[in-house]
T-cell receptor
Framework: KAGVTQTPRYLIKTRGQQVTLSCSPI?????VSWYQQTPGQGLQFLFE???????NKGNFPGRFSGRQFSNSRSEMNVSTLELGDSALYLC??????????FGSGTRLTVV | GENVEQHPSTLSVQEGDSAVIKCTYS??????FPWYKQELGKGPQLIID?????GEKKDQRIAVTLNKTAKHFSLHITETQPEDSAVYFC????????????FGGGTRVLVKP
């Protein structure tokens, strides 16, 4: 079966711009979560959506937002980009709770 | 909130030897402990997980042990092979926190042929 698909794979943006990342979960999975991975901070939880509702939120500023559509596809948005937002953004999905499958991520570089 | 510490940060073993990675967590309410393997250019892949009502779980060459009293859990890889070389992450999540995982800092494992 198809895995978690994230688009685009690579992105270069300028400081101050905004960016939208997309995630298509495994078919039938209702939970979609987003993580930021950096060499310095490791893997950090951004937020989780379950059946279109945000179920959990991490400790990131309001510039980071997300949403989930009725087909479980999810997007995350980062506004007013800062250099420190450069990271690998990972999406993960599961049917209920536990047993995440991660996508390969979107590598965002802010210049 | 939960805090997970992972040791060692790097581990070099000879092919065929065993590798052990240890993690400690702070929140006694945590009840789910997965382990992920991340290869270069890929997302983390779930390799094994354990719930708090179980002390040990095995899957072929991989095993995980959990000590809830001491709040630590470990990953054991036996008969290591070069393809086991990767970064391994432990994680924990408290009951009721949905899929909000707190990850350890990672262990880079190198298996030398």
């Amino acid at each position: 079966k198809a895995g978690v698909t994230q688009t685009p794979r690579y992105l270069i943006k300028t400081r101050g711009q905004q960016v939208t990342l997309s995630c298509s979960p495994i078919s039938g999975h209702r939970s979609v979560s987003w993580y930021q991975q950096t060499p310095g901070q490791g893997l950090q939880f951004l937020f989780e959506y379950f059946s279109e509702t945000q179920r959990n939120k991490g400790n990131f500023p309001g510039r980071f937002s997300g949403r989930q559509f009725s087909n479980s596809r999810s997007e995350m948005n980062v506004s007013t980009l800062e250099l420190g937002d450069s990271a690998l953004y990972l999406c993960a999905s599961s049917f209920e709770t536990y047993g995440y499958t991660f996508g390969s991520g979107t590598r965002l570089t802010v210049v | 909130g939960e805090n997970v510490e992972q040791h060692p940060s790097t581990l070099s073993v000879q092919e065929g030897d065993s590798a052990v990675i240890k993690c400690t967590y702070s929140d006694s309410a945590s009840n789910y402990f997965p382990w992920y393997k991340q290869e270069l250019g890929k997302g983390p892949q779930l390799i094994i997980d354990i719930r708090s009502n179980v002390g040990e779980k095995k899957d072929q060459r991989i095993a995980v042990t959990l000590n809830k009293t001491a709040k630590h859990f470990s990953l054991h890889i036996t008969e290591t092979q070069p393809e086991d070389s990767a970064v391994y992450f432990c994680a924990a999540t408290p009951q009721g926190a949905g899929n909000k995982l707190t990850f350890g800092g990672g262990t880079r494992v190198l298996v030398k042929p």
